[in-house]
C-alpha cells in the first residue's frame, strides 16, 4: 500500500497530483465506479433539498460535477464551483453547457474558504475530505459559511468492509486501480494515494462523529458501493 504524505505535506502534494490528472479524473471515475458515481451525485443534490434562488457551494468541486448537477436539478439556484487545483477548474469550465445556467468559478482552499460567513443556503462536497490535512476544520469552515438552517451533504470514501466480502474490494483498491491509472492517466503514483487515502479515511460512523463536533445538527448518512462510499448530510442549526 502506498505511504501517504505527512499532513503538512499534503496540500502541496494534493495540489500537484490533481493537476497532472485532471483531465483524466472524469474519465477514471466513470470507470472505477462503473458509472455509479453520476448517481452519488444526483442523490447529493437531492438531498441538498435546493429551492429557486437559493445559493449551494461545490467545494472540492473538481471539474464541477456536483455544481452543474445543483443547476439541473434547480436551474433556478445559484452555484459556486471552488478548488484550490486550477488546472481542474479549467477542464471544468470547458464542460459548462452553451445555453442555460452555469457555476460560477473560484479558487479557494477548503481550510480556508473565502467566503463571508453564512453565505450559502448548502454545501456539497464530492470526495474532498480524504484529501484535506485537516478533517475537523474543512467542516468547521463548512459550517461557517452554511447560513443558518443550511444543509451540509458530503460524499466521500469509506474504509472498505472487513471479512471476505473486503477481500475482493481491497484487490480492486490496491492493484486494478493502480494498473488503470498508469494505462489511461499515465499516473499509477496518483492511482495508488486514491486508494490508499479511502482506506485510511475515517469510518461513516467516525466522520459523522466529526460533523457533530463541528456544530452539525440531524446528522445522517448512507452507505453504498458494498459500504466503500457514504453521502453523509447534515444541518446548522436554525437558531444559530
Aim: charged share 25%; hydrophobic share 45%; proline share 8%.
Amino acid at each position: 500500500m502506498s505511504t501517504l504524505p505527512a499532513p503538512h505535506e499534503k496540500p502541496q502534494y494534493v495540489r500537484a497530483m490533481f493537476a497532472r490528472i485532471a483531465r483524466r479524473y472524469d474519465l477514471l471515475n466513470r470507470l472505477m465506479t462503473a458509472g455509479q458515481d453520476q448517481s452519488w451525485r444526483r442523490e447529493v443534490i437531492r438531498r441538498a433539498r435546493l429551492a429557486p434562488g437559493q445559493w449551494v457551494l461545490d467545494i472540492g468541486a473538481g471539474t464541477g460535477d456536483l455544481a452543474r448537477e445543483a443547476l439541473r436539478q434547480q436551474p433556478r439556484a445559484h452555484a459556486v464551483a471552488a478548488d484550490f487545483t486550477w488546472e481542474m477548474l479549467q477542464v471544468g469550465r470547458t464542460r459548462d453547457p452553451q445555453r442555460g445556467p452555469r457555476p460560477r468559478w473560484a479558487v479557494a482552499d477548503a481550510l480556508r474558504l473565502p467566503f463571508p460567513e453564512a453565505t450559502f443556503d448548502a454545501v456539497v462536497s464530492g470526495f474532498l475530505l480524504r484529501n484535506v490535512a485537516d478533517v475537523l476544520q474543512a467542516l468547521r469552515e463548512q459550517y461557517r459559511v452554511l447560513k443558518p438552517g443550511g444543509r451540509v451533504v458530503i460524499l466521500d470514501t469509506t474504509p472498505p468492509p472487513r471479512g471476505l466480502l473486503g477481500i475482493p474490494i481491497r484487490v480492486h483498491m490496491r492493484f486494478i486501480i493502480p494498473w488503470m491509472g498508469r494505462l489511461i492517466a499515465r499516473d499509477p503514483d496518483a492511482y495508488r494515494y486514491l486508494p490508499s487515502s479511502s482506506e485510511r479515511f475515517l469510518s461513516a460512523a467516525q466522520l459523522a462523529a466529526h460533523m457533530a463536533v463541528a456544530g452539525f445538527q440531524n446528522i445522517g448518512y448512507r452507505k453504498r458501493m458494498f459500504g466503500t462510499i457514504a453521502i453523509h448530510w447534515g444541518e446548522r442549526p436554525r437558531d444559530d
